[in-house]
């Protein structure tokens, strides 16, 4: 993408943040039912569908997963969220032939986003995707074509797009009083848990081979099962590209920045050796056109000096320094001895996942794209999966947006789509 065509879409997009700087009010009132089937009946479903219940007007109809004691357990919070049963699958592609579904909530882990995300464009239905987009690069083309095709209403789980916190703190940057931003830093450390790692037959609910579906076919252990997929490299790849997607997202949509143009990363497993297979201490550099943007985590618990600035983002600018996390946002003056500025977030708890979930139902009933759309996921995918493939080879890279390469250098270029293991195929033809 040209600087023009960036500036554009970033004048078009300071404009949609205006709009949204008051986010959505929450209401019941909702014109028509909609009938959701979920893929994926996990946490996470669990969180975007308490949200759904509390916006109103939704009704789990249909779910899948390829656990029982998963799904099983998702029924009953149904019951409960809802007063009425979900019929039960275990395929997705049956899921996604279930009469009368309005869309698909698709929150299984990142290997199983593309395939069952591209049936659902086929099929016509709106899909809520959560993040990343999708393992990898490539997988994320043939979702955007496919939804380009499709024409379907898509909104990507990043919702911090609609915490007033960022969007306020955005408004302030574009005011220039803090300066021009010279450099950006993200960062989040916590203690993980590391379940056993040691290789064990799966639970009997769990089909353990399908779960793995596309990815390697790994010896099942806690370490990589529900949830603790994400520090496994075959499937959530990392706490960058689970969780630190989020802040880059939100840098994104900030400051209208596409995709970096070079990127570095250094870090290693030092401290959970044998237990976790992607780092748990990493320091990338993301060069976007406009600045840099740095991130840094630290997993086994060690804190920033002020655990206060443990998760957020910090905007280095010229006169001052911005930083800006969940639940509030900060101006630091740089001139001697002036007090730092500490703004509250109206936003509490799940509000922002209500704002986000309300802004796609809207729109699914309305038929139009709402606030996230596919490809400010996959720029934002693509960008920490840019970090990790600078990590594996350990070079500087460089990535051409326009041809999505990464000339020059064959071994970070093949890193863009992943094998496939069979029967599964990889959607990318290109
Ligand atoms: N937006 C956010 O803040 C946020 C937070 C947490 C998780 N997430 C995202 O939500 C998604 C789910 O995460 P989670 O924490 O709920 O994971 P989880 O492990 O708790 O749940 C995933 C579920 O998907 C099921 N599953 C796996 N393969 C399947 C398949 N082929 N078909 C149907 N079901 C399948 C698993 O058995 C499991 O029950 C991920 O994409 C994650 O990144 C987003």
Known sequence: MNNATKRREFLGHAGRLAAMAAPAVLGKAQSRKLNVGIIGTGWWAGVD????????????????????AMSDAFVAECEKGQGSKPKVYKDYRELIQHPGLDFVLLTAPPQWHALPFIAACEKGLPVYCEKPLAYD????????????KAGNVVQIGFQRRQSDAFHDAAAYLRSGRAGKIVQAEATIHYKAGTPDPTPQSPPVTLDWDTWCGPAPLRPYSPAIGHRAWRLERTTGHGHLVDWGIHLVDAT???TGIGTPKRVQATGGIYHYKGKITTPDTLVANFEFDEFPLVWRHRLWGS???DPAYNNGVFFYC???TVFVTDSRWEIHPSA??????????KM??????????????DCVRAGKQPSCQIADGWESTATVQLGMIAYHTAQAIKFDAASVTIPGNKEA???????YRKPWQHPWKG
């Open 137 to 148: 690069i490539r997988e994320g083309q043939a979702m955007m074509a496919a939804q380009k």
């Open 413 to 419: 270029q093949a890193m863009l789509k992943r094998e």
């Open 252 to 254: 994104r949509m900030m």
């Open 336 to 345: 001697r001895g002036a007090q730092k500025q500490v703004m509250p977030a």
């Open 318 to 320: 010229e006169n001052e």
């Open 49 to 68: 569908m308490k949200a759904a219940w509390a916006v109103g007007g939704v009704e789990a109809t249909a779910l899948c997963d390829v656990d029982t």
């Open 303 to 305: 804190q920033e000096i």
């Open 348 to 361: 509490k708890g799940n509000e922002m996942s209500e704002a986000h979930v309300k802004d796609f139902l």
